[in-house]
């Protein structure tokens, strides 16, 4: 039996849901309690790990959970491990053996902790995963696992950081410091991460474009981190990133770019695009969505999906993801604290969280604020909106994540989103 589960998140409210939605949208899918009092870390997300098992951090906690279906298809509560909060990035080493929790500034307006965690999934087989906690550098961690090592990168100054998955383990207790190998060269202000297990690139979204990174391993064993081409995010002038989205097999890198992000309470004329990045070509396409809010991607086989809020109406926007030709535009109920002009947009004001199934032609939109959940057909324009009722009002979005157990590894963005 197979399963698969749309992930639903109240962080404010401290619940985490879930629908089992093994058959399509038009069903009656009823949502599920999974945790009770856990408060997702919204900046880092949901990890989908190579063996289906799924991980987020508890940030009040200050745990990596681990998910994993029951013989139902139920979503329960497998492993427990202690790491180190406030959790910002999550990700997974290709192979599927190690997980890697960077820290940001929580509640805090400046760099607090130095601390990462690096976790060993399968310490001895299959026993309960080991948690390994170092220091690097105070500030905002963006990470990426490879199969030997772990990519960090850092904020103002900026700086790309790898650090061998030995010179964690072998470090010892009490949170001991970790050097790797660094390179500066890099924006400063980079923000967004991603890792292609096929070529061992890492690369990180900077107010400079598409910046990206591989090591080589001399014959003494000294590593060396090398600088790839820059890649111009190729939209209107002061666009840029901040996250990135990765599908290894389909070979395609993902993003949306904003301009006008200076101006935060004129938000609502923040113009935006969507970007591809051919991961074997190096080709670029990019598309307008229009003035708005807009945050992250979501991807389903074939599409591209991004949510606009803006005073004259939201939407849910669905490129092809092949050229990024639009599919369509679907028509989203408004919400009552929606984001107001003149207002920063995360000033007292709910938002939307988006994700796709990663099988089918379906996405799942949030109303922040309403407890609903819009599933959508976007296999072609004019499909009609499911709307599923959670008992918590999913203030700020919520966030969603969408897993199924007949994705085949090589799938996975090994980035937790």
Not at 206 to 229: H, K, W, Y
Request: charged share 20%; with cysteine.
């Amino acid at each position: 039996m197979y399963s698969t589960s749309l992930l639903v998140a109240d962080q404010r409210h401290h619940a985490l849901f879930a629908l089992n939605t093994a058959e399509p949208t038009r069903g009656e899918p009823a949502p599920y309690v999974v945790a009770e009092d856990s408060v997702l870390a919204e900046h880092a997300g949901m990890l989908q790990l190579p063996d289906h098992r799924i991980a987020y951090l508890d940030d009040a906690a200050g745990e990596l959970r681990i998910l994993t279906h029951d013989g139902s298809g139920r979503l329960h509560l497998k492993h427990r491990v202690s790491v180190a909060i406030p959790g910002e990035h999550l990700a997974v080493s290709p192979d599927g053996a190690w997980v890697g929790v960077g820290t940001g500034f929580g509640a805090e307006f400046s760099a607090t902790t130095d601390q990462i965690t690096l976790v060993h999934l399968y310490p001895g087989g299959h026993d309960a995963p080991r948690g390994y906690r170092v220091r690097t550098r105070p500030g905002e961690h963006g990470i990426a696992l490879s199969t030997e090592g772990l990519w960090l990168r850092h904020r103002e100054p900026g700086a790309v950081q790898y650090i061998p998955f030995t010179e964690i383990t072998q470090a010892g207790p009490h949170v001991p410091q970790v050097h790797g190998v660094t390179s500066t060269h890099v924006g400063n202000a980079a923000h967004g991460e991603a890792f292609d297990p096929h070529t061992e690139t890492f690369y990180t979204a900077t107010e400079n474009g598409l910046e990206s990174f591989r090591v080589r391993t001399a014959e003494d064993g000294a590593v060396e981190i090398l600088p790839q081409p820059k890649i111009d995010w190729a939209a209107g002038e002061g666009a840029r990133a901040f996250f990135l989205r990765c599908r290894p097999a389909h070979r395609q890198l993902a993003t949306t770019l904003r301009a006008g992000g200076e101006n935060p309470r004129q938000w609502h004329e923040w113009p935006n695009w969507v970007f591809t990045y051919d991961l074997d070509t190096g080709h670029v396409t990019t598309a307008d969505v229009g003035p708005g809010l807009v945050f992250r991607c979501a991807q389903t086989p074939t599409a591209l999906a991004v949510t606009r809020v803006h005073p004259d109406g939201d939407e849910l926007v669905v490129f092809n993801s092949s050229d990024l030709s639009l599919r369509g535009r679907w028509a989203l109920p408004g919400m009552d604290r929606a984001p107001r002009p003149g207002h920063e947009p995360w000033d007292d004001a709910d938002r939307r969280a988006i994700a796709a199934h990663p099988n089918r032609e379906e996405v799942a939109v949030s109303r922040g604020g309403h407890g609903q959940v819009h599933l959508v057909d976007v296999s072609r324009p004019g499909t009609e909106l499911k709307t599923v009722q959670f008992p918590s009002p999913l203030r700020d979005g919520g966030h969603l994540g969408w897993f199924d157990d007949r994705s085949p590894t090589r799938e996975f963005d090994t980035v937790g989103r």
